[in-house]
T-cell receptor
Framework: DGGITQSPKYLFRKEGQNVTLSCEQN?????MYWYRQDPGQGLRLIYY???????QKGDIAEGYSVSREKKESFPLTVTSAQKNPTAFYLC???????????FGEGSWLTVV | AQKITQTQPGMFVQEKEAVTLDCTYD???????LFWYKQPSSGEMIFLIY??????QNATEGRYSLNFQKARKSANLVISASQLGDSAMYFC????????????????FGQGTILTVHP
């Protein structure tokens, strides 16, 4: 099955813990993105990567970190420095001449 | 200032009727792209339709069409023949500097419109 796979779907984190959200794609897309969505809101860009071993901060990067060691994978770590991490996290990839961005199914993170 | 404005928090439509979801945008770029996504309750974001700023024709994808009025900076989504499965949140988004591959792909999203289709 081709596509963008995010895991886990639901994750609970204790305060002070780091957690990592996985994003894997087999679409051979170069660019990958992480977005955050708060209830009833639009999406905001956390980090993006256009090629392997390169990534850039988005609008709300504080308290997050990423890596891009392989083309297929772009994991997001939510660190303890992120003061309000409870949200829905969406990974996306970019494809084609029209730069259409496609999204994974998302991961729900809740701090308990 | 808001770059993408969706003024309708919620919309209701009767099954088989057409509905228009409003979107206005603000940019000083000449090259940009406008997108509509559907987000059902499951959370995934489903790409619906794309309009480039230099496209002369309004985009259409099946039952979806984009009413692009460049001078008014509006990019309204029209859904024809609504179906119960169309009930979802709909987001308008813009990518600036959309010069056919040079943009890094950042999308700016509106607040969304919840569409409810009644039988």
């Amino acid at each position: 099955d081709g596509g963008i796979t995010q895991s886990p779907k639901y994750l609970f984190r204790k305060e002070g813990q780091n957690v990592t959200l996985s994003c894997e794609q087999n679409l051979n897309h170069d660019a990958m993105y992480w977005y955050r969505q708060d209830p009833g809101q639009g999406l905001r860009l956390i980090y993006y990567s256009q090629i392997v071993n390169d990534f850039q901060k988005g609008d709300i990067a504080e308290g997050y970190s990423v890596s891009r060691e392989k083309k297929e994978s772009f994991p997001l770590t939510v660190t303890s420095a992120q003061k309000n991490p409870t949200a829905f996290y969406l990974c996306a990839t970019r494809q084609g001449a029209r730069n259409t961005i496609y999204f994974g199914e998302g991961s729900w993170l809740t701090v308990v | 200032a808001q770059k993408i404005t969706q003024t309708q928090p919620g919309m209701f439509v009767q099954e088989k009727e057409a509905v228009t979801l409003d979107c206005t945008y603000d940019t000083s770029d000449q090259s940009y792209g406008l997108f509509w996504y559907k987000q059902p309750s499951s959370g995934e974001m489903i790409f619906l339709i794309y309009q480039g700023s230099y496209d002369e024709q309004n985009a259409t994808e099946g039952r979806y069409s984009l009413n692009f009025q460049k001078a008014r900076k509006s990019a309204n989504l029209v859904i024809s023949a609504s179906q119960l499965g169309d009930s979802a949140m709909y987001f308008c988004a813009m990518r600036e500097g959309d010069a056919g591959g040079t943009s890094y792909g950042k999308l700016t999203f509106g607040q969304g419109t919840i569409l409810t289709v009644h039988p």
